[in-house]
T-cell receptor, first 115, second 116 residues
Framework: AQKVTQAQTEISVVEKEDVTLDCVYE???????LFWYKQPPSGELVFLIR??????QNEISGRYSWNFQKSTSSFNFTITASQVVDSAVYFC????????????FGTGTSLTVIP | ETGVTQTPRHLVMGMTNKKSLKCEQH?????MYWYKQSAKKPLELMFV???????ENNSVPSRFSPECPNSSHLFLHLHTLQPEDSALYLC???????????????FGPGTRLTVL
């Protein structure tokens, strides 16, 4: 079974709209880490955020915000007032303490922001 | 120097060729990784070198052979590849501690490999 599910394969929004990218994970560990990465057309994955399982506080960084809910095993990512430069593939990933170096990535969500 | 560099950026090879991918990290990290990224699939972890130990995904074919001569350099040696091995190969590094848990990985730009 896939440990990280990103059900949205592709999303298109018009510039300045808000968009939420969904991430659902599966783990039996009590201690784990969740990540979001951005992959622009250049190919390099860019780290956005790391969150541990004990910190459910939502986080905001500029136009980006993350909603972590353990009750639903979700770690969703919202971009407010989207811009063309936000067009990329976004990956959610899970790492469990017992396999500290192993990242489980989702299949990614391709976001296109239309000017 | 950018954090993680990879060469070459593009590689086309025949099935009988032998080639190597190179990765170098300038971040002082102690762990390095090889990933394979194919279309519509999750990133697949191929190999990990962490604190000088190698961990590998047992499903990776033996035609892929990693080498990590030191904590800053990582190679992926390729021989007798198949067309289905065509993909983007990404290198990453991170700073790992002894207490478990994962720190963020920093990725290179990847090598786009095409096997004819």
């Amino acid at each position: 079974a896939q440990k990280v599910t990103q059900a949205q394969t592709e999303i298109s929004v018009v510039e300045k709209e808000d968009v939420t990218l969904d991430c659902v994970y599966e783990t039996r560990d009590t201690t784990y880490y969740l990540f979001w990465y951005k992959q622009p057309p250049s190919g390099e994955l860019v780290f956005l955020i790391r969150r541990n399982s004990f910190d459910e506080q939502n986080e905001i960084s500029g136009r980006y915000s993350w909603n972590f809910q353990k009750s639903t095993s979700s770690f969703n990512f919202t971009i407010t007032a989207s811009q063309v430069v936000d067009s990329a593939v976004y990956f959610c990933a899970l790492s469990e303490v017992r396999t500290g170096n192993q990242f489980y990535f989702g299949t990614g969500t391709s976001l296109t922001v239309i000017p | 120097e950018t954090g993680v560099t990879q060469t070459p950026r593009h590689l086309v090879m025949g099935m009988t060729n032998k080639k190597s991918l190179k990765c170098e990290q300038h971040l002082g990290h102690n762990a390095m990784y090889w990933y394979k990224q194919s279309a519509k699939k999750p990133l697949e972890l191929m190999f990990v070198y962490s604190l000088e130990e190698r961990v590998e995904n047992n499903s990776v074919p033996s035609r892929f052979s990693p080498e990590c001569p030191n904590s800053s350099h990582l190679f992926l040696h390729l021989h007798t590849l198949q067309p289905e091995d065509s993909a983007l190969y990404l290198c990453a590094s991170s700073q790992e501690g002894f207490s478990g848990g994962a720190n963020e990985q920093f990725f290179g730009p990847g090598t786009r490999l095409t096997v004819l």
